[in-house]
């Protein structure tokens, strides 16, 4: 499967937020509760607007979303990252449409993330991920 990844734009908001909403209900079947409740369509809409939301098309299907921005989407006090001073990009909201996980989708949205980050000047990507996900810890 070869993707096509591209900045999110508002018309793709509702088929995020539906992805979003798809990989939370799959995360709580596998007993994680971290994304029980739907993404608000709010931060959604703000994150295409900052340029900071992406997709993943293959053959013009939906198959994946991610956020990539040069600030973390929150405050971390204390900072867990080694050397924090470093400059960074925050990778959060990776999901792939749970039917077609484990076909390689995440390594390939992995490459992409990592060239953007090159592009943008970075020399790390940070994200934070559930401890107890044996799977995506190591991921």
Not at 4 to 31: F, H, M, S
Not at 85 to 96: D, E, F, I, K, P
Not at 112 to 123: N, P, S
Request: net charge positive; charged share 20%.
């Amino acid at each position: 499967m070869t993707l096509a990844v591209r900045a999110a734009t508002p018309a793709d908001a509702g088929a995020v937020y539906a992805l979003l909403a798809a990989a939370g209900r799959a995360l709580a079947r596998e007993g994680f509760r971290n994304w029980s409740e739907p993404y608000p369509l709010a931060l959604l809409e703000r994150a295409i607007a900052e340029g900071a939301l992406f997709v993943a098309h293959d053959g013009g299907a939906l198959v994946a979303t991610y956020a990539l921005r040069l600030a973390p989407p929150h405050a971390y006090d204390p900072e867990p990252w080694p050397e924090p001073s470093r400059t960074a990009m925050y990778l959060n909201r990776m999901a792939v449409e749970p039917e077609l996980q484990r076909r390689g989708i995440g390594k390939q949205l992995l490459a992409a993330i990592h060239a953007h980050a090159v592009r943008e000047g970075a020399r790390a990507i940070r994200c934070d991920v559930v401890t107890a996900s044996e799977g995506l810890r190591r991921f």
